[in-house]
T-cell receptor, first 115, second 115 residues
Framework: ELKVEQNPLFLSMQEGKNYTIYCNYS?????LYWYRQDPGKSLESLFV?????AVKQEGRLMASLDTKARLSTLHITAAVHDLSATYFC???????????????FGKGTHLIIQP | DVKVTQSSRYLVKRTGEKVFLECVQD?????MFWYRQDPGLGLRLIYF???????EKGDIPEGYSVSREKKERFSLILESASTNQTSMYLC??????????????FGSGTRLTVV
């Protein structure tokens, strides 16, 4: 059974600081997603990481994937209040089958960025 | 952009009622999914479908069934609603190509309360 673990589950930080959210998973996969969710809203896709060593950046967020270590990171640089949200990682272990089996999610990291 | 529409944003139902949650996607995707989201538990897969009239159990199918009579529509059915089915329900649609392109899009969610 695939397990996906995120840490920390809760993070309060100040604006301007840097921090990293970690996502470990238990089964070999080379396809990992990061989503953002605002309170009461649905999930917004941030990044899709497709291979070992993949790195993607969008604004103050950067995601990376190490398939050998079964680890992905989401790094926040110089945080701003607008990045406050819950962030989920999700693993797709059967994407070569056309994406038919869906995603397994971590429990999410609730991020609060204080002015 | 792919659009996934869930027919109800909020629902309140009584224990024992039969409840239908509807989801429609407009991108001709083969794969559709139903998740429930609970605080501290993340998203958990209930059922998914990779073709019309096809369905597969996810991680937590007990108490639920699904229907997919048309490619664009995937319905989640609570045969006899119970209070422990109070949750946020998210529908998703997606497809992954042979090179790993593609992904998943989520609907805006239905917050169901069973009283």
């Amino acid at each position: 059974e695939l397990k996906v673990e995120q840490n920390p589950l809760f993070l309060s930080m100040q604006e301007g600081k840097n921090y990293t959210i970690y996502c470990n998973y238990s089964t070999t996969s080379d396809r990992l997603y990061w989503y953002r969710q605002d309170p009461g809203k649905s999930l917004e896709s941030l990044f899709v990481l497709l291979s070992n060593g993949a790195v993607k950046q969008e604004g103050r967020l950067m995601a990376s994937l190490d398939t050998k270590a079964r680890l992905s990171t989401l790094h926040i640089t110089a945080a701003v209040h607008d990045l406050s949200a819950t962030y989920f990682c999700a693993v797709d272990i059967n994407w070569s089958g056309g994406g038919a089996d869906g995603l397994t999610f971590g429990k999410g990291t609730h991020l609060i960025i204080q002015p | 952009d792919v659009k996934v529409t869930q027919s109800s944003r909020y629902l309140v139902k009584r224990t024992g009622e039969k409840v239908f949650l509807e989801c429609v996607q407009d991108m001709d995707h083969e794969n559709m999914f139903w998740y429930r989201q609970d605080p501290g538990l993340g998203l958990r897969l209930i059922y998914f479908s990779y073709d019309v009239k096809m369905k597969e159990k996810g991680d937590i199918p007990e108490g639920y069934s699904v229907s997919r009579e048309k490619k664009e529509r995937f319905s989640l059915i609570l045969e006899s609603a119970s209070t422990n089915q109070t949750s946020m329900y998210l529908c998703a649609s997606g497809q992954v190509g042979v090179s790993g392109e593609g992904g998943y899009t989520f609907g805006s969610g239905t917050r169901l309360t069973v009283v």
